[in-house]
């Protein structure tokens, strides 16, 4: 079987889980399957095989980028032919594998990794782009012959989203995690580095620690959880690994929060760089508790990595995140009671602070508790989050598109 997968990241182009996950799917996928993959940012020198790269057209220079996007996607559909199964990830690449499904006469494969009606507040990044964006996943999704839903609380948010979606094509997939890139290090050459790592960032490691991984974006929950920081006891250090903004306002917004929290305790570090992955695993392994306050997630894959790396995670009750964290075993789970506009907006965000605060002191203050559930938490990821049984299911959901097409 041929599967080509589409996809806006791939390496050396990653920025989001999205473009973790097509990356490790790949791997896996190739022990049964023909794999291809076509992604933007262009040609990948020293690529490996089967990798092909597009560039934004030169003709579509300056306009707005979901049309950008668009123009990509159209590049992308030739390449296709000859694929048994065509496979999209995320509204940038679902346009193109539609319309390959269609020319080509073959399965087209949805993964639903985010959905654009739950993320409203694009249209502050996107302006009128926003309602091209959310056409072409319509289009996506509801042509589709399979959707792959990253989590039950994803399934139902697709199933919401557009009603017109046969529930019965919708199956459930979760992400899943690299168990050795993710296990914590033991050597000496990563003790050294997380000293250098901790001096570079004033970290202190002897400071109970709670620690924060994510874009700067609506969804991800951050003014919230900037909020509950004031509530912590003081001698709680807090690290915010929190960079890429998706708009000017929100950066501003944050910026300001943490420098009023700078002026009011120490202990609050923030990271802005996008750190190499052994320097990122040193920040987490110098932290206790890992937190997820996001507004709308559909699984999560930073707590994931967190959980691999032997943390709890205490982590909002919406979306696919009770799907990873068991509730007083690997962690907690934060409830919210949020709009159901899309935005997620929590209906009472005082209360959800305060209890994101409470939990995350009941945790990180009780050194024995957080180190039982890290433990746990490192245990079940190994049980059901490995990307092997990610690719067995991947590949059923294949054989039943092919066994039932629309």
Same mark, same amino acid.
């Given at each position: 079987?041929?599967?080509?997968?589409?996809?806006?990241?791939?390496?050396?182009?990653?920025?989001?889980?999205?473009?973790?996950?097509?990356?490790?799917?790949?791997?896996?996928?190739?022990?049964?399957?023909?794999?291809?993959?076509?992604?933007?940012?262009?040609?990948?020198?020293?690529?490996?095989?089967?990798?092909?790269?597009?560039?934004?057209?030169?003709?579509?220079?300056?306009?707005?980028?979901?049309?950008?996007?668009?123009?990509?996607?159209?590049?992308?559909?030739?390449?296709?032919?000859?694929?048994?199964?065509?496979?999209?990830?995320?509204?940038?690449?679902?346009?193109?594998?539609?319309?390959?499904?269609?020319?080509?006469?073959?399965?087209?494969?949805?993964?639903?990794?985010?959905?654009?009606?739950?993320?409203?507040?694009?249209?502050?990044?996107?302006?009128?782009?926003?309602?091209?964006?959310?056409?072409?996943?319509?289009?996506?999704?509801?042509?589709?012959?399979?959707?792959?839903?990253?989590?039950?609380?994803?399934?139902?948010?697709?199933?919401?989203?557009?009603?017109?979606?046969?529930?019965?094509?919708?199956?459930?997939?979760?992400?899943?995690?690299?168990?050795?890139?993710?296990?914590?290090?033991? #050597? +000496?050459?990563?003790? =050294? /580095?997380?000293? *250098?790592?901790?001096?570079?960032?004033? %970290?202190?490691?002897?400071? $109970?620690?709670?620690?924060?991984?994510?874009?700067?974006?609506?969804?991800?929950?951050?003014?919230?959880?900037?909020?509950?920081?004031?509530?912590?006891?003081?001698?709680?250090?807090?690290?915010?690994?929190?960079?890429?903004?998706?708009?000017?306002?929100?950066?501003?917004?944050? #910026? +300001?929060?943490?420098? =009023? /929290?700078?002026? *009011?305790?120490?202990?609050?570090?923030? %990271?802005?760089?996008?750190? $190499?992955?052994?320097?990122?695993?040193?920040?987490?392994?110098?932290?206790?508790?890992?937190?997820?306050?996001?507004?709308?997630?559909?699984?999560?894959?930073?707590?994931?990595?967190?959980?691999?790396?032997?943390?709890?995670?205490?982590?909002?009750?919406?979306?696919?995140?009770? #799907?990873?964290?068991?509730?007083?075993?690997?962690?907690?789970?934060?409830?919210?009671?949020?709009?159901?506009?899309?935005?997620?907006?929590?209906?009472?965000?005082?209360?959800?602070?305060?209890?994101?605060?409470?939990?995350?002191?009941?945790?990180?203050?009780?050194?024995?508790?957080?180190?039982?559930?890290?433990?746990?938490?490192?245990?079940?990821?190994?049980?059901?989050?490995?990307?092997?049984?990610?690719?067995?299911?991947?590949?059923?959901?294949?054989?039943?598109?092919?066994?039932?097409?629309?």
């Amino acid at each position: 079987m041929r599967v080509d997968l589409l996809t806006k990241e791939y390496p050396p182009f990653i920025y989001g889980g999205a473009g973790v996950h097509v990356n490790e799917l790949a791997k896996v996928l190739r022990a049964h399957a023909d794999v291809r993959v076509h992604a933007f940012g262009g040609p990948r020198e020293g690529a490996e095989e089967g990798v092909t790269g597009y560039s934004d057209l030169p003709e579509l220079a300056g306009t707005n980028a979901a049309l950008q996007t668009l123009g990509v996607d159209l590049q992308m559909v030739p390449g296709v032919a000859g694929a048994d199964i065509v496979h999209s990830h995320t509204w940038y690449a679902n346009m193109a594998g539609h319309l390959a499904g269609l020319l080509h006469s073959i399965p087209h494969v949805v993964s639903a990794h985010s959905l654009e009606p739950m993320r409203p507040w694009k249209a502050e990044q996107l302006g009128g782009g926003y309602a091209l964006s959310s056409w072409a996943e319509r289009q996506a999704y509801e042509g589709a012959s399979a959707i792959i839903a990253v989590s039950n609380g994803m399934r139902a948010d697709i199933l919401r989203s557009y009603p017109a979606v046969d529930p019965g094509r919708v199956k459930v997939v979760h992400n899943g995690i690299d168990l050795e890139d993710w296990a914590r290090p033991e #050597d +000496a050459e990563f003790e =050294a /580095l997380s000293v *250098q790592v901790r001096e570079r960032f004033a %970290i202190d490691p002897t400071r $109970p620690t709670v620690v924060f991984v994510g874009r700067v974006t609506r969804q991800k929950g951050l003014p919230h959880l900037l909020r509950a920081v004031e509530m912590l006891p003081a001698e709680v250090q807090v690290i915010l690994c929190a960079g890429a903004p998706d708009t000017k306002e929100i950066k501003a917004e944050v #910026d +300001a929060a943490v420098a =009023a /929290l700078q002026a *009011q305790r120490t202990g609050v570090v923030l %990271i802005e760089e996008m750190l $190499p992955h052994r320097e990122l695993q040193a920040v987490l392994a110098s932290s206790d508790v890992f937190v997820c306050p996001s507004v709308y997630e559909p699984l999560g894959i930073v707590n994931l990595e967190a959980m691999a790396m032997g943390l709890p995670v205490v982590g909002s009750a919406t979306g696919g995140i009770p #799907d990873v964290i068991v509730d007083g075993e690997t962690g907690y789970l934060v409830p919210l009671e949020q709009l159901q506009d899309g935005t997620g907006t929590p209906i009472h965000p005082e209360v959800f602070a305060s209890d994101l605060a409470a939990r995350l002191t009941d945790l990180v203050t009780d050194e024995g508790r957080a180190k039982r559930m890290g433990a746990a938490a490192r245990a079940r990821v190994e049980e059901h989050f490995s990307w092997a049984a990610i690719a067995e299911r991947t590949m059923e959901v294949y054989r039943w598109a092919l066994d039932n097409p629309r």
